[in-house]
């Protein structure tokens, strides 16, 4: 079964600190991968994704997330946290070979930025 | 101004009711899904369709009815028959193989 794991309910960090929230996946073929963000009460915003080429991706709002296909992981990055990156975090999938498929969502991390 | 459109923002069903959820996007996407989100649970895929007239059941269909008459348009009707239909929905759309976009959501609550 296709599926994406982030183990992790929640990671607290220092402001100013990098953080690091997981995603492992496992599909079939090759994935494209995303994250998104959710506030309170709100839809999920789009923060980057990875199709093909180089392994680390660049996103909004300075965050970056590295593909590792032999760890089958899609970890999300940012080198200095804020107190408003804290919020609800989303990997999702969606495999490569399945135009007529709809995204795989994790369960969720939720960051805490103390400051 | 552009994006996906979810009406109402909050909705009460009675026992018994059938209610419907708009989502209307102007991004002239082909692919329109609906999810709903529990907490804890991420989110569960309930249908998704790829062009107009056609549509596919997700994880978690029973209970639920979507029409796609037009290609801005895709209506999610939360049917009696769902038991247990108090959660925040979201929709969305996207071209193919690219991200999603979502809208704001709906919270329904069963009073």
């Known amino acids: 079964a296709q599926s994406v794991a982030q183990p992790e309910d929640q990671v607290n960090v220092a402001e100013g600190n990098p953080l690091t929230v997981k995603c492992t996946y496992s599909?079939?073929?090759?994935?494209?991968l995303f994250w998104y963000v959710q506030y309170p009460n709100r839809g999920l915003q789009f923060l980057l994704k990875y199709i093909t080429g180089d392994n680390l991706v660049k996103g909004s709002y300075g965050f970056e997330a590295e593909f590792n296909k032999s760890q089958t992981s899609f970890h999300l990055k940012k080198p200095s946290a804020l107190v408003s990156d804290s919020a609800l975090y989303f990997c999702?999938?969606?495999?490569?070979?399945?135009?007529?498929?709809?995204?795989?969502f994790g369960k969720g991390t939720t960051l805490s930025v103390s400051s | 101004d552009g994006g996906i459109t979810q009406s109402p923002k909050y909705l009460f069903r009675k026992e018994g009711q059938n209610v419907t959820l708009s989502c209307e996007q102007n991004l002239n996407h082909d692919a329109m899904y609906w999810y709903r989100q529990d907490p804890g649970q991420g989110l569960r895929l309930i249908y998704y369709s790829q062009i107009v007239n056609d549509f596919q059941k997700g994880d978690i269909a029973e209970g639920y009815s979507v029409s796609r008459e037009k290609k801005e348009s895709f209506p999610l009707t939360v049917t009696s028959a769902q038991k247990n239909p108090t959660a925040f929905y979201l929709c969305?759309?996207?071209?193919?193989?690219?991200?999603?976009?979502f809208g704001q959501g709906t919270r329904l609550t069963v009073v």
């Open positions: 969305a759309s996207s071209i193919s193989y690219t991200e999603a976009f």
């Open positions: 599909v079939s073929g090759n994935p494209y």
């Open positions: 999702a999938v969606r495999p490569f070979n399945q135009a007529g498929t709809a995204l795989i």
